[in-house]
Nanobody
Framework: QVQLVESGGGLVQAGGSLRLSCAAS????????MGWFRQAPGKEREFVAA????????NYADSVKGRFTISRDNAARTVYLQMSDLKPEDTAVYYC??????????????WGQGTQVTVSS
C-alpha cells in the first residue's frame, strides 16, 4: 500500500516562498518518478513539475520554470517542491503523485490528499 502525504502549504504574500513536502510510505519509493500537480477552484488539475527516480531528470510547466524547483531524497522517501516568487495565480491545492515524469495525470497511479497554497496580492 502506497500513501503520499503532502505538507508545507499555507498563506503567503506575493513574492514570497514556500517549500512543499510529500512523504511516501511503502516500498520501492526510489524506483519511481514523482510529480506535483495543482488544482485551482473551477479549473482542471494541471501539471507543475516532475522528477525521475534518481533526481537527474526534471520537467516543469512553463508557468513555473525559473521559480519552482523539484527535488527528492530517496533515503527519506520524500519529494519536495521549493516555490519562490509566488504569484496569486499560483493559488491552488497542490498534490503529489507517483509514477511519471510526464504532464498527464493519467500517467500517475497514486495521489496524496493535497495541501492548500494561497498567495495574496
Amino acid at each position: 500500500q502506497v500513501q503520499l502525504v503532502e505538507s508545507g502549504g499555507g498563506l503567503v504574500q506575493a513574492g514570497g516562498s514556500l517549500r512543499l513536502s510529500c512523504a511516501a510510505s511503502g516500498r520501492a519509493f526510489s524506483n519511481y518518478a514523482m510529480g506535483w500537480f495543482r488544482q485551482a477552484p473551477g479549473k482542471e488539475r494541471e501539471f507543475v513539475a516532475a522528477i525521475n527516480w534518481s533526481g537527474g531528470i526534471t520537467n516543469y510547466a512553463d508557468s513555473v520554470k525559473g521559480r519552482f524547483t523539484i527535488s527528492r531524497d530517496n533515503a527519506a522517501r520524500t519529494v519536495y517542491l521549493q516555490m519562490s516568487d509566488l504569484k496569486p495565480e499560483d493559488t491552488a491545492v497542490y498534490y503529489c503523485a507517483r509514477g511519471g515524469i510526464g504532464t498527464s495525470p493519467s500517467q500517475y497511479d497514486y495521489w496524496g490528499q493535497g495541501t492548500q497554497v494561497t498567495v495574496s496580492s
